[in-house]
């Protein structure tokens, strides 16, 4: 099985930086994903690491450190229709399990 | 075109009725998938079909049957349901599975079993 722990709430004001962490636990690591899930909608690809470090995708950016166990979601310039909710997404086994989420409200 | 498309996009249905959920994409994916998922929690993983054929069924029970005519699209049959089944359900594809890909997802149906 898995074990992946990202924080329940965050939040952040507009314009600023946010951090969002994720450990996991899991055998047979083959990647790890980031979406974003606004409200009563599905979740949207945001970004995928294999190998150690950081990828940046203009406003996000996302680091790995396989052998931690440890990801962490950047943010940058915060805009208000950020508030959505984060899930962590380790692939094992090929297989895909969702971190409960981190649910970001960014306020004015 | 990166759509997954979900039809209904909301279910009303009583405990003895047969109703059935349709998902398409026309991205030339070969793999799909159903989640299901509670309010403020994570997608659950139910099935995922690679190349029409189910290779994932994750102890489902049985009065939930997919079926994935061709590779386009996928329907998951419902009869008997609970009340406890009701959930956002929803539908992604993948360039191929297995492999760490990323999933596009559809917009889901919002189902209430009464």
């Known amino acids: 099985g898995q074990n992946i722990d990202q924080p329940t709430e965050m939040t952040a004001t507009e314009g600023a930086i946010v951090q969002i962490n994720c450990t996991y636990q899991?055998?047979?690591?083959?990647?790890l994903f980031w979406y974003q899930q606004h409200a009563g909608e599905a979740p949207t690809f945001l970004s995928y690491?294999?190998?150690?470090g950081l990828e940046e995708k203009g406003r996000f950016s996302s680091f790995l450190s396989r052998s931690k166990g440890y990801s962490y979601l950047l943010l940058k310039e915060l805009q208000m229709k950020d508030s959505a909710s984060y899930l962590c997404?380790?692939?094992?086994?090929?297989?895909?399990?969702f971190g409960g989420g981190t649910r970001l409200m960014v306020k004015p | 075109d990166t759509e997954v498309t979900q039809t209904p996009k909301h279910l009303v249905m009583g405990m003895t009725n047969k109703k059935s959920l349709k998902c398409e994409q026309h991205?030339?994916?070969?793999?799909m998938y159903w989640y299901k998922q509670k309010a403020k929690k994570p997608p659950e993983l139910m099935f995922v079909?690679?190349?029409?054929?189910?290779?994932i069924n994750e102890s489902v029970p049985s009065r939930f049957s997919p079926e994935c005519p061709n590779s386009s699209l996928l329907n998951l049959h419902l009869h008997a349901l609970q009340p406890e089944d009701s959930a956002l359900y929803l539908c992604?594809?993948?360039?191929?599975?297995?492999?760490?890909?990323?999933?596009?997802f559809g917009p889901g149906t919002r189902l209430t079993v009464t």
């Open positions: 992604a594809s993948s360039q191929e599975w297995p492999g760490p890909y990323e999933q596009y």
């Open positions: 899991t055998s047979g690591f083959n990647g």
């Open positions: 690491n294999v190998l150690d």
């Open positions: 997404a380790p692939s094992a086994g090929n297989m895909l399990t």
């Open positions: 991205m030339g994916h070969r793999a």
């Open positions: 079909y690679s190349y029409e054929k189910l290779s």
